[in-house]
């Protein structure tokens, strides 16, 4: 049953474009390698990584002088994340991010970072409930098992 409300949850954010079919894969892995905790392993990293790069971004940004070297590393570790957990639209943004930095453009770097931070904070809070469903399992499961 749990397992049934998990997918549901992610076929909802699937026909919502929020992601795409990454999540199932990641979770296939996790089955065939016998390692019932990597999608919360997984999510875990993407909401500490991403919050301490979106923190990074906005200093980078309101800099005088931005560094976009360290702009297009914050954005491609936030793109990278979002990648592996199925977060195609916080991708999309990330993506769009380190083309204006790569570009040096720094208007077009404000625009695609605000585009960032919406997409990564409604990512953020889809994979906070996802991560509650994904310890859910792995309780019942351990419960069987004990």
């Known amino acids: 049953m749990t397992q049934q409300r998990l997918q549901n949850y992610v076929d ?15 979770r296939k892995v996790q089955n065939e390698t016998n390692l019932p905790n990597l999608m919360m392993d997984l999510i875990n990293s993407f909401l500490r ?11 980078l940004l309101t800099a005088r002088n931005v560094d976009f070297s360290k702009v297009t590393t914050a954005a491609h570790l936030i793109k990278g994340g979002g990648n592996s957990l199925g977060g195609c639209r916080v991708v999309a943004a990330a993506r ?10 720094k208007r077009s770097c404000e625009t695609s970072y605000e585009w960032v931070v919406n997409e990564y904070y409604h990512f953020r809070d889809k994979l906070r409930t996802l991560y509650q469903m994904e310890r859910a399992i792995v309780n019942t499961e351990s ?3 004990g």
Do not use: C, F, H, P
Request: aromatic share 2%.
């Open 12 to 26: 909802t954010l699937k026909s919502e474009g929020i992601m795409d079919g990454e999540y199932e894969e990641s």
């Open 49 to 59: 990584d991403g919050d301490n790069s979106m923190r990074e971004l906005a200093d």
């Open 96 to 105: 769009a991010l380190v083309n204006a930095s790569l570009n040096q453009d």
């Open 143 to 145: 419960r069987r098992r």
